[in-house]
């Protein structure tokens, strides 16, 4: 069984710093992209930066240059470090994997169960 356990979340005024953090955990072969996605209320899930286990990033154009995504390989761990945060960055972001948990088996995804940010103004 494998889990991805998000935490970090909160309640933030505009302008402020949140740090994410989501740790996957069971029976892990390797972790590739690893990634932070969000859903607002009445909106799509939408993808805001992603990392893969070489270091490459990549980011929504809403959050460039305020977000910063990162990792620890040896942990398995992802980090969303939140600056200068606006309302419009109020959602529940959730964690997402693709890894696999042998070497003989395809990788999967595997998500979070979320964790809220808000942002007041």
């Known amino acids: 069984q494998v889990q991805l356990v998000e935490s970090g979340g909160g309640l933030v005024q505009a302008g402020g710093s949140l740090r994410l953090s989501c740790a996957a955990s069971?029976?892990?072969?390797?972790?590739?992209?690893m990634g932070w996605y969000r859903q607002a209320p009445g909106k799509q899930r939408e993808l805001v930066a992603a990392?893969?286990?070489?270091?490459?990033?990549n980011y929504a154009d809403s959050v460039k240059g305020r977000f910063t995504i990162s990792r620890d390989n040896a942990k398995n761990t992802v980090y969303l470090q939140m600056n200068s945060l606006k309302p419009e960055d109020t959602a529940v972001y959730h964690c997402?994997?693709?890894?696999?948990?042998?070497?003989?088996?395809?990788?999967?995804?595997?998500w979070g169960q979320g964790t809220l940010v808000t942002v007041s103004s």
């Open positions: 997402n994997a693709n890894l696999k948990t042998s070497a003989l088996l395809r990788s999967r995804e595997v």
């Open positions: 990392i893969t286990s070489g270091g490459s990033t």
């Open positions: 069971g029976s892990i072969f390797r972790v590739d992209v």
